[in-house]
C-alpha cells in the first residue's frame, strides 16, 4: 500500500491534510451557523450553502487555465494566501445586520477563489509524479491514499467545530440546543405561537447565562453567542492554513520536480538541448477522444456530488430535527473521535500483519493492533451511558469510513487486477452511482412514519430516530465515495492531454461545482415534499446516471487505451 510510493506524495497528501482539516471543521458548522445568525429558512440556507460549494469547486478550473500557463506552485501558493483572508474574516463576529452579510459572503468568495487556485493544482502535481514510468503502475493506490489523507482532517474536523462551540458557550453560562436558534428568531421576529414560546421559556430557564433576561434579551444574547462561537470554528481553517504552509514548502524538495506545466517541460527541455518534448504528443483525434470520454464522466458525476454533498445540507437538517440528540449503547463509541482514530489506525496495523514481509515485523504489528484495540475498548467503557450529540457531530463518519476502509478498497482491487478482472475507472465510476442510490434507500426507509418538514414549522420532531439511520447511510454513501472520487480523480491525471491537464482537473472539479449547487434542489424541496419524496428524487438520479454511465462504457474504455 505504501511501499514504493515517491516522498513527494506524503509532502503533497499532509499539506493538503491541513487545509481540508480546517475547511471541513468550517462546513461543519456553516449552515448551522448562517441559520443561528440570520434566521434564514432552509430553503435559504441550502441555497447559500450550494452556491458556495458550487463556487469552492468550479474555481479549479479557472486554477487549472492559470496554472497551465504560469504554473502549479505559483497557483497553490497564491491560492493559500487568498484562502488564509477568507477564513480570517469569516472568524470576526458581526452583527446580522447587511453589513455583516456582505463580509461574509466576501469572506466565502475569497475561500472559493483560493480553494481554486490550491485543490486542483495540488493534485495534478501528484499526478505528476506518477508520469515517471518507474511509478505509473502505482497512480491508482496513489489517489486512494492521498484522498485518505484528505479524508483523515476532514475525520477530526466536526469535532474541532463541536469543541470549540461548546467551550464558547460555556464561557457565556449557556449550551448548544437545536431547538433554540429557531425559536428564538421566530420570538424576535413576531411568529411564534403560544405553545413555542412556553417552549422557548422553559428551554431559557435552563440556561444559567439567560438569569434574569426577559425572552427578547435572551433570544438575542443566545443568538449572539451561538454565532460568536462558531466564528471561533472558522479560526481553526487559519491555523490549519499555517500547518500545510510549513509542510508544503518544508518538504517541497521532494516534489519540485513535479511542479512543471507542459509549457514548462518543453522549456526546459530545449534549455537542456532536448530534442523530444517532456511528455508525448497526442494527435488532434487522440486528443479528441480523450476530452470527449472527460465531458461524459464529468456530466455524470455531477448527479453523484448533488446526492453526496446532501451531508452539510438536508442531511444535516435530518440530523438537527429528526434525530435523537443522544447515543446509548455500542452507538456511543461513534461519537468519541478518538475511539475512531483508534480503530482506523488499526485496520492499518492489522493489514500489516498480513504483508510485512518478516515474521518481527508481523508480530510488532500485531501487538499494535490488540493494543489499539484495547485503547478504543478503554475509550468507549469510560464514555458515561448517555452521551449527548450535535447535528455537525454526524459529518465525521464519512471521512473516517473512508480512512479506514481504503486499505480495504485497495487490497481487493489488487487481488482483482492481478487476476486480470479489476474494473475499469469508468465502470467503478457507474458502480458508484448505484451504491449511492442504496444509502439514500436506507434513509428513506428511516423516514416513513416522520412527520414533513412542513408539518414541523421550523422546529425539532416530536418523533426521534435512532442515529444509526445516518451512520448507515454514512457508511453506504462512503462505499459509493470510494468507487468515484479517487478513480475519478487517478482518471482525469491519466487521461487528460499533457497540454491541458490543469484545465481537466478543474474541469472534473467544475462537474463537482454543478453538483454541488444543485444540492440546493433537494432544499427548496424541503418543505414541499414529505421526506420519503426528498431522499426519493435523489435515489431515481442516481440509479439514471448509473445507468447512463454503463451505456457510455465502450468509448469511455476506448478513449483509455
Known amino acids: 500500500m505504501f511501499k514504493g510510493q515517491p516522498k513527494g506524495l506524503y509532502a503533497l497528501a499532509l499539506a493538503n491534510t491541513g487545509e481540508r482539516f480546517g475547511y471541513y471543521t468550517m462546513l461543519a458548522i456553516f449552515l448551522l451557523f448562517i441559520q443561528a445568525k440570520f434566521g434564514f429558512t432552509a430553503a435559504q440556507a441550502t441555497q447559500i450553502y450550494s452556491i458556495f460549494l458550487a463556487g469552492v469547486y468550479f474555481m479549479p478550473f479557472f486554477g487549472g487555465i492559470l496554472a497551465d500557463k504560469i504554473g502549479y506552485g505559483k497557483c497553490v501558493t497564491l491560492g493559500i494566501g487568498v484562502m488564509f483572508a477568507g477564513y480570517l474574516c469569516l472568524s470576526i463576529p458581526t452583527d446580522a445586520s447587511a453589513l455583516g452579510k456582505v463580509l461574509m459572503f466576501g469572506a466565502l468568495a475569497l475561500v472559493a477563489i483560493g480553494t481554486g487556485l490550491f485543490k486542483g493544482n495540488l493534485q495534478v502535481m501528484v499526478g505528476n509524479l506518477y508520469d515517471d514510468p518507474k511509478y505509473s503502475a502505482k497512480r491508482d493506490s496513489a489517489f486512494s491514499l492521498f484522498y485518505m489523507a484528505i479524508n483523515i482532517g476532514a475525520m477530526f474536523a466536526p469535532s474541532m467545530a463541536k469543541a470549540v462551540t461548546n467551550m464558547s458557550l460555556s464561557k457565556a453560562a449557556l449550551s448548544y440546543n437545536a431547538n433554540i436558534p429557531a425559536l428564538a428568531h421566530q420570538y424576535l421576529n413576531g411568529t411564534i405561537t403560544p405553545e413555542k414560546t412556553a417552549e422557548l421559556q422553559y428551554l431559557a430557564s ?288 491519466k487521461v487528460a492531454p499533457p497540454k491541458y491537464k490543469g484545465m481537466m482537473m478543474g474541469g472534473w472539479f467544475a462537474a463537482t461545482a454543478i453538483g454541488n449547487y444543485l444540492v440546493s434542489i433537494p432544499g427548496l424541496l424541503w418543505n414541499k415534499l414529505p421526506l420519503w419524496g426528498v431522499w426519493s428524487v435523489l435515489i431515481a438520479l442516481c440509479v439514471i446516471s448509473g445507468i447512463v454511465m454503463f451505456s457510455m462504457m465502450k468509448k469511455l474504455e476506448k478513449a483509455t487505451e
Not at 500489516?352 to 515474521?359: A, D, N, W
Open 206 to 493: 435552563t440556561m444559567e447565562g439567560g438569569a434574569g433576561m426577559d425572552l427578547a434579551q435572551f433570544s438575542q444574547y443566545y443568538i449572539e453567542q451561538l454565532s460568536s462561537a462558531y466564528n471561533g470554528g472558522f479560526a481553526v481553517a487559519c491555523v490549519s492554513l499555517i500547518l500545510s504552509v510549513c509542510i508544503y514548502f518544508g518538504c517541497r524538495k521532494w516534489f519540485k520536480h513535479a511542479d512543471v506545466n507542459a509549457k514548462q517541460a518543453k522549456a526546459a527541455a530545449a534549455a537542456k538541448g532536448a530534442t523530444v518534448p517532456a511528455e508525448p504528443e497526442l494527435t488532434p483525434a487522440q486528443t479528441k477522444s480523450r476530452v470527449t470520454a472527460l465531458l461524459l464522466v464529468f456530466a455524470v458525476v455531477i448527479f453523484f456530488w448533488m446526492a453526496f454533498h446532501q451531508n452539510g445540507a438536508t442531511m444535516t437538517l435530518f440530523a438537527r430535527d429528526y434525530t435523537a440528540n443522544t447515543a446509548t449503547g455500542w452507538v456511543r463509541i461513534g461519537f468519541n473521535i478518538w475511539s475512531l482514530a483508534l480503530i482506523a489506525i488499526s485496520i492499518y496495523t492489522l493489514f500489516s500483519v498480513f504483508q510485512s514481509e518478516t515474521k518481527k515485523a508481523k508480530i510488532t504489528a500485531g501487538i499494535a493492533t490488540l493494543a489499539l484495540w484495547a485503547g478504543a475498548a478503554a475509550l468507549y467503557f469510560s464514555m458515561p451511558d448517555v452521551v449527548n450529540v450535535q447535528p455537525s457531530d454526524f459529518q465525521q463518519f464519512n471521512p473516517f469510513y473512508v480512512v479506514a476502509l481504503t486499505p480495504v478498497s485497495l487490497a481487493i482491487f489488487s487481488a482483482l487486477a492481478k487476476r486480470g478482472k479489476e474494473p475499469s475507472a469508468p465502470k467503478k465510476i457507474g458502480l458508484g452511482m448505484f451504491v449511492a442510490a442504496l444509502g439514500f434507500v436506507i434513509l428513506t426507509v428511516g423516514s416513513l412514519s416522520l412527520l414533513s418538514p412542513k408539518e414541523l414549522g421550523g422546529t425539532v420532531s416530536p418523533d426521534l430516530v435512532s442515529p444509526t439511520w445516518l451512520i448507515s447511510t454514512y457508511l453506504v454513501l462512503t462505499f459509493a465515495e470510494l468507487l468515484l472520487s479517487p478513480m475519478g480523480i487517478s482518471f482525469v491525471s
